[in-house]
Structure formats: structure tokens, C-alpha cells
């Protein structure tokens, strides 16, 4: 079975801290997210890559940033924790096949990192 | 743009009942469907997913999602609900002729009564 691992279940951390939450996947699967969790908002995708280097902006970017340096690893970055960004975070990743075999096989999802910032 | 729309906020049922929840979607085509559960403080594990072919489509845990195009909805159901089923689901949609991203739906959390 597919694997995603993020590095940390919780974490607090202060206000004006530098945040990395890690995500590393074990199947070779080109496409990676970052999403939000938060009571009645639903899943919120924050960022998403297609491939090593490419991010793409999701929904609600703004005080993030991601890296995709190697292929089975997605990182998000809180450039400057704010309360605001206290939540559940959940990292998946999926295998997508284009062109005339067009396969969609679903999202694989970490098992989150409830963040607190304080 | 498509949406996914999950009716149900919250849902109880008493254990040993039947359950369904409901799930709509709106799309041009018939996208792939898929629903999700998550249990408290966890990530989401797939329950199961449509393609194509027969519309009654079987999943873990002893769900099933019954595909039906005139009504653009994926319910799931289960006929005997235990306890441990006690979480928040969630309906998600993929286009069909383009792209990779997900649409979910707001999710339902199902409440089970002894």
C-alpha cells in the first residue's frame, strides 16, 4: 500500500516562528497537496505539485510557501506562524495517468498534523 | 464549475441501523467518484471509488455507493451500522476528460447511537 507520512501528529509552536510541516511519499507518485482542515470549512488546498520544482497556488496560499526538491517529498512552509493558521493540516499525494487510458486512482492522504501556534 | 454538495451535516443513527448519505455532484460529464472517511484526529482513508461500468460499487468496511446519473449522485450506504463507524465522510469528484484535482464536499459527520 501506498504511504504518506507526515513528520509530526502535533506541533505548537510560537508566533513569528519559521514552520516546516513534511510530507514524504513512497510510491513514486508525481503529484502531491497540501491541504487545511478547519470545523465547518472543509478541506482547503493550500498548495499542489505535478512534478520535482513545480508548485502551483491552491485556494488559500497566502502565508505559505511549499518545496518539492526530490520526488516522494512535499514540504510546506509557514514563513511567519500567525494564530490564523492554528489547524489541521493534511498532506496526499496520487498517481494520474493522462491520455487516452485516462486513470484517476484517488488521493492518498497522510495522517495530519494538527498545528497550534501560540 | 463543478461542485460537490453533501446535504447532511450531521447524521445519527443508532448501531445496527441502516445508513445512507447522500451525495450530489454537479458536472457536465460523468466525472470519477469517490468517497472518503475520516475518523477522529486521523487523515482520510478511501472507501471506495466509481469508474465506470456497473453503478453499485462495493468498498471497505461494508460500504457501498450506488452510481445514478439521472439524479448526478453517488449515495453511500451501509445496511447494519457499528459504532466503530462513528466519523466524517466525505464525497470527492474528479473530471473525467482533464486534469487531476479533487473536488470535495463538505463532509457529513455521522453520529452512532448504542
Known amino acids: 500500500d501506498v504511504k504518506v507520512t507526515q513528520s509530526s501528529r502535533y506541533l505548537v509552536k510560537r508566533t513569528g516562528e519559521k514552520v516546516f510541516l513534511e510530507c514524504v511519499q513512497d510510491m513514486d507518485h508525481e503529484n502531491m497537496f497540501w491541504y487545511r482542515q478547519d470545523p465547518g470549512l472543509g478541506l482547503r488546498l493550500i498548495y499542489f505539485?505535478?512534478?520535482?520544482?513545480?508548485?502551483e497556488k491552491g485556494d488559500i496560499p497566502e502565508g505559505y510557501s511549499v518545496s518539492r526538491e526530490k520526488k516522494e517529498r512535499f514540504s510546506l512552509i509557514l514563513e511567519s506562524a500567525s494564530t490564523n493558521q492554528t489547524s489541521m493540516y493534511l498532506c496526499?499525494?496520487?498517481?494520474?495517468?493522462?491520455?487516452?487510458?485516462?486513470?484517476?486512482?484517488?488521493?492518498?492522504f497522510g495522517s495530519g498534523t494538527r498545528l497550534t501556534v501560540v | 464549475a463543478q461542485s460537490v454538495t453533501q446535504p447532511d451535516i450531521h447524521i445519527t443513527v443508532s448501531e445496527g441501523a441502516s445508513l445512507e448519505l447522500r451525495c450530489n455532484y454537479s458536472y457536465g460529464a460523468t466525472p470519477y467518484l469517490f468517497w472518503y472517511v475520516q475518523s477522529p484526529g486521523q487523515g482520510l482513508q478511501l472507501l471506495l471509488k466509481?469508474?465506470?461500468?456497473?453503478?453499485l460499487v462495493q468498498g471497505i468496511k461494508g460500504f457501498e455507493a450506488e452510481f445514478k446519473r439521472s439524479q448526478s449522485s453517488f449515495n453511500l450506504r451501509k445496511p447494519s451500522v457499528h459504532w466503530s463507524d462513528a466519523a466524517e465522510y466525505f464525497c470527492a469528484v474528479a473530471p473525467n476528460n482533464a486534469g487531476n484535482m479533487l473536488t470535495f464536499g463538505g463532509g457529513t459527520r455521522l453520529m452512532v447511537k448504542p
Open positions: 496526499a499525494s496520487s498517481l494520474f495517468r493522462g491520455g487516452k487510458k485516462r486513470l484517476h486512482y484517488g488521493y492518498t
Open positions: 505539485s505535478y512534478d520535482v520544482k513545480m508548485k
Open positions: 466509481y469508474f465506470s461500468g456497473d453503478t
